[in-house]
């Protein structure tokens, strides 16, 4: 056991803590789904090396079960954003009140 | 050769071996991750999330997980980010609305809840207890396709059946997607 598991969380945590800064800070749609494929990725960090840890395959299916997921979050965020930001000018997550009360 | 290679990994004969391996890929993970959250230009964003994609690559192979590792370059770096390039491409460089941030003064409170993440993520990570070590993996071969099918269609069968309606799912959404964006265009 060369390098400790908990290295390992802390890349996974500091890869999470990157991605939701920017969620927090990001207005534009696209950049927000990068952000979120960022976080995604620590997820599959802390997930492979549990199953590393632990020499049990569930981490990596759970892994690639996450990457299906992101795959169909993409696709169906870019599909969204592309509907809704065609007609727009403006590229920003800010516009998007036409639910408010 | 091969075969001393695969022995050499976890045995400690090559015991530098995953530490450089680790160093190489977490500075590229958190320094393109950097880039993916503070370039400006949403191109120059999507090909740094492109580096931290195959930096991680490198952390499951270092994990001795190479089928993950592959279906992470061939599925993330290869359709994904390609997907991502595309709708720059088409959406245009445009810019944000004038003025702050519509949920501005609320921001304080994603910075204490990111602050406090950090903090208990931190100290649990340096509280944890190091666990068994990690048995040597060539007598269970944990990262290899078949293992990996074994338990997808054993164990796991559920997950594998709703990952199937999960992308049938999206690319029916997808589908609905570009017809209505068609539609408005003027076209059937």
């Known amino acids: 056991m060369t390098v400790p598991i908990a290295a390992y969380l802390a890349l996974s945590l500091g890869l999470l803590v990157l ?8 207005r534009n749609p696209l950049m927000l789904l990068l952000s979120v494929e960022l976080m995604l990725n620590a997820g599959n960090v802390a997930l492979i090396g549990f199953s590393r840890q632990w020499d049990d395959p569930s981490g990596q299916v759970f892994a690639l079960v996450v990457m299906v997921v992101a ?3 993409v696709v169906i965020g870019l599909g969204l954003t592309v509907a809704i930001f065609r007609n727009r000018t403006n590229l920003d997550v800010d516009e998007l009140s036409a639910m408010k009360g | 050769m091969a075969s001393t290679t695969h022995r050499c990994w976890g045995t400690g004969r090559c ?21 993916v959250v503070f370039f400006k230009d949403a191109f120059r964003a999507a090909v740094s999330l492109i580096g931290t994609l195959l930096s991680v690559a490198l952390l499951f192979i270092a994990l001795l997980a190479p089928f993950a590792a592959a279906i992470q370059v061939i599925v993330y770096a290869g359709a994904i980010v390609v997907m991502f390039l595309f709708v720059i491409a088409y959406l245009g460089d445009r810019g944000a609305l004038p003025g702050p941030d519509r949920l501005d003064r609320w921001q304080v409170f994603g910075w204490l809840g990111l602050i406090g993440l950090g903090m208990f ?3 649990a990570i340096l509280d944890s207890t190091a666990g068994p070590a990690r048995p040597a993996p060539d007598t269970t071969d944990v990262g290899s396709p078949a293992s990996i099918g074994d338990a997808f269609l054993s164990s796991h069968l559920l997950a594998f059946e709703v990952t199937s309606l999960v992308l049938l799912v999206a690319a029916v959404g997808a589908v609905v997607l570009a017809k209505g964006a068609v539609q408005g265009e003027g076209g059937r």
């Open chain 2, 15 to 35: 015991r530098v071996g995953e530490q450089v391996l680790f160093a190489v890929a977490a500075i590229g993970t958190l320094g393109f991750g950097v880039g």
């Open chain 1, 19 to 26: 991605g939701l800064i920017g969620v927090m800070r990001r």
């Open chain 1, 71 to 73: 795959a169909a979050e």
């Open chain 2, 121 to 123: 993520g931190t100290v």
